[in-house]
C-alpha cells in the first residue's frame, strides 16, 4: 500500500526550509550557524510578517510579539528577563529572598550597596570594619549597574577612592580568587531558560574560563590587566597574545580544559559544580514567576568566580552573552552552543509549512496540564560534569538540517497559570522617593535628544532603564493565555527533555520540585526541596557535625 505524507502535503512541501529572522545587530555567527543548519533567512519584502520560525534580537520584544506567537515560531527573550540581569536589580531581588527564605543558602553574593541611596549605610558598615580591632581592611569593588563588558569598573580600599557619576553598586572585592599559575580566573556559564511558568533551566556542559592577563596583585588596584577578567578589556593589553606560563597565548580556556587541571591536582569538583547549578536555580527562583508568555527562551550568561577555597560566587548575570569570537575557543564553545540551542528548540516538521491550519484542523486553545504520567524526573542530585547518567536526546551530529517525521496536527497547548510577580522587588517609600528625585523624566519626543547626553557606551546597553517601562507587561498581558504546546516537553511523556546536546536539565530536578513548579511557582516548596538536595550534597563530615 503507497505510504501517503504527512496530511497529504506535497513531497515538495516537506523539504522546505526553516526560516530565521535577526534584528540589527544580532550575532554574525547566529546567521553562520542557521546558515550552516540550512536555513533561509527572511526576507520581509519577499514573505509574510509572521513566515518566520526564529526571531533573534539583542533588545527585549514588544508585549505584542509575544501576544501573536505562531505555533512554528520562537522569541530569543522572555518577558522582563532584565529583572536579574541589571546589577542593582539583582542585588534587590537576592536581598527580598535572604530576608523571606534566611542567609545561608543565599550567601554566595556578596552584600551589595546601590549608590546613591544606599550611601548611609554603606558608609555604617565601611567604618565598622575599619574600627575592628586586628582586622585588615576589606577591598570593594564598585560597578554601573547598567554597564558591561567591565566598562566603569573601580576597585578600592580608602572611601577617598570612591567617586561615581550614576548609579553604582559597592559590594566587597572578593580578595582571595582560585589562581592559576598567579593569574585571577572566573567563569562563564551559558544557561537557557525555555519557560519560567513552569520554571525550567538548562545549563551548559562546556563553557568558557576567562583569564586576567596579568598576575594578581592586590598592590595595583587600578591595573585592570591584573583583576579583570572580560576579554573585551583584556585582548587590548601587552601580555594577551603573549605566551603565559601555565595559562598559554590569549586569556580563555574551556571548561573541559579547566576540569582536567583540577582532577590532575587532585581536586574533586564534583562538589563545586553541584553548588554552581544550586547558586543558577536560586538566582532565578528569585525573578519567578515571570509573565506568562509561549514559544521564547532566555539565553543567560552566569559570571561565577571561585575562591581559594572552592567557594563559588555569583558575580552577575548577563543578558545576551557575547557571542562575538575573539579566539579559536570562542569559536569552538559558541559555534557548539548555537547548535546545541536550535536542537533545545525542537522543531518538528510541521513548524516548516508556517501555517495556523494543518489539514482542516485549527490550532486552538486546549488546556493541557503537564502530564503526571510516565517516568518521573530524575532524583539525582544535578551535576553539570558528572551527570553521565542522564538519558540524552537524539541529536544531528552533521550541521545539516534534521526535520523530524510529523506527528499529525499541532497540539495546543494550555494555561499553565496566570500568577504573576511584581516586576521589581518591594521598595520602601524613602527610597521611592529618592528614585523618582534622581530619574529624570523623559518625555517621548524628548527621546532621541536625551539619549545622545547618557554615558558613553550605554545607549549599546538593552537593559537602560529609560527604556524599560517600555517593554513591561500590560495590565491584559497578566490574563494571557498560552495557545501552543510548549516546545520543550517531550513528546513521550510531557517533561522536560533531560538532555539535548550539551545542555543538561537542571531543574525541575525531583518529582516534588517538578509539582511545586506546575501551576505557578511555589517558591517555598521548592526551597524546601533545594534545602534536602544541598544536605545530600555535603561532606559526610559536616553532616555530622
Known sequence: MEMMMADD????????PLVFRLHENAPAIVREVLLERGWTEFDKKEQDDADWNLYWRNSPFRMTDHHGIKPWQRLNHYPEAVRITRKDYLARHLKRMKGAYGSALYKFSPVAFIMPNDYVKFIAEYSKERQSVGRRPSYWICKPVDLSRGR????????KDLVYDCTVIVQKYISNPLLISGYKLDLRLYVCVTSFCPLTIYIYEEGLVRFAT?????????????????????KY???????????????????SKFRSYLRIFGVDDTLLWQKINNIVILTLLAVTPLPVASNCFELFGFDILIDDKFKPWLLEVNYN?????????DDT??????????????????????????????????????ST??????REAPGLPTSRKMAKCTSAASVQPVLQAARGSIRKVATLTKKTARAHPRKTLTSQLRERMNTPKIPSQAKPEAK??????????PRRSAQLSHWLPTPDFCNYELTTRPYFLSDKDQRPIPRVGDFILIFPFSEAALQASRDGTDVKSIIKEINKLVSQQLPSKQQNR
Open 452 to 461: 545622545k547626553k547618557q554615558l558613553p557606551g550605554a545607549e549599546h546597553s
Open 237 to 255: 593589553g601587552a601580555s594577551y597574545k603573549k605566551y603565559k606560563e601555565g595559562i598559554g597565548c590569549g586569556c580563555k580556556w574551556t571548561f
Open 152 to 159: 566603569g569598573i573601580l576597585i578600592f580600599q580608602d572611601i
Open 373 to 378: 504520567a510516565g517516568k518521573s524526573a530524575s
Open 333 to 370: 564553545v559558541k559555534r557548539k552552543l548555537l547548535h546545541d540551542i536550535v536542537e533545545l528548540l525542537n522543531y518538528k516538521q510541521i513548524d516548516t509549512f508556517r501555517q495556523n491550519q494543518v489539514a482542516g484542523s485549527k490550532a486552538g486553545r486546549r488546556r493541557v496540564p503537564w
Open 9 to 16: 502535503y506535497d513531497t515538495r512541501d516537506i523539504l522546505r
Open 214 to 234: 596579568e598576575k594578581f596583585d592586590l598592590g595595583s588596584l587600578d591595573n585592570v590587566y591584573a583583576h579583570l577578567t572580560n576579554t573585551s578589556i583584556n
Open 321 to 329: 552573552p557575547a557571542l562575538c569570537l575573539d579566539c579559536s575557543i
